[in-house]
């Protein structure tokens, strides 16, 4: 058994030495379920780390679970099939950091459409590109929707092989990318709908102002006019 001395330098030559004596199915193991961190995870947790201010938690605790389990492999005096454990178990970790990845960029992207929808909730829609904007909007959005609950539904259904799920996931991704995408086309009508929304809002605000003066001096015109009334009758 290889033995740690204690110093740095002799804990990296000690777990190389382990690492030089590993099996070939170990190593190939290790290989693809890296291949999977590179090619799959990365450019997943990229973009999340582009679309959300605060590095979620769930996801650092994952992949220190990944590199737990992968720093046991490095640990003399195991069985082949101790190792292969491990590395399962840093797999499932790995596709669990995916998926959560896959699901925070379908939050983000959930969120940023209903900002959107409650920005423009008095906004007369129908004035962007003809009437043509709203009904392509909630054609989009529809989509979006379906495909994300697809994403889960699929997650669900594969399980344990949960890795199936990241197609879905994916198509539901893209899916919201193309609304927020057809909002972002239409800027220029958007904000020419919101002008025209406070004109009148405040041409209302200017009617409902005449409104309450007139009304006022008529109530008071018309009580005086009580009272005089009042004071000849009686």
């Known amino acids: ?112 459409v209903e900002s959107f929808r409650k920005a423009y909730c008095d906004v007369n829609l129908s004035l962007v590109s003809d009437g043509q904007f709203l009904p392509e909007l909630t054609r ?18 594969a399980f344990p092989e949960k890795e199936q799920a990241y197609a879905t996931y994916k198509i539901a991704i893209l899916a919201y990318e193309d609304v927020l995408k057809y909002i972002k086309e239409h800027a220029e009508g958007l904000a020419n709908a919101e002008q025209h929304a406070k004109r009148r809002t405040r041409e209302e605000n200017r009617r409902n102002w005449k409104f309450a003066v007139i009304s006022a001096i008529l109530g008071t015109f018309f009580g005086w006019l009580v009272s005089e009334i009042s004071y000849f009758l009686f």
Not at 3 to 29: E, H, K, R, W, Y
């Open 1 to 112: 058994m290889i033995v740690n001395s204690g110093s740095p330098n002799s804990f990296i030559a000690d777990t190389m030495a382990v690492g030089s004596v590993l099996s070939a199915q170990v190593q190939q193991s290790l290989c693809e379920l890296y291949q999977k961190y590179n090619t799959v995870f990365k450019p997943a947790l990229a973009i999340v780390e582009s679309t959300v201010q605060k590095f979620p938690a769930p996801v650092l605790n994952e992949i220190r679970a990944v590199n737990d389990h992968v720093a046991r492999c490095f640990v003399a005096g195991k069985a082949e099939a101790d190792y292969l454990s491990e590395i399962r178990k840093a797999n499932g970790h790995l596709i669990r950091v995916t998926l959560d990845c896959y699901k925070i960029m379908l939050m983000c992207y959930y969120d940023q």
């Open 140 to 157: 989009l959005n529809g989509v979006a929707v379906d495909k994300a609950v697809e994403a889960r539904r699929n997650e669900s259904d």
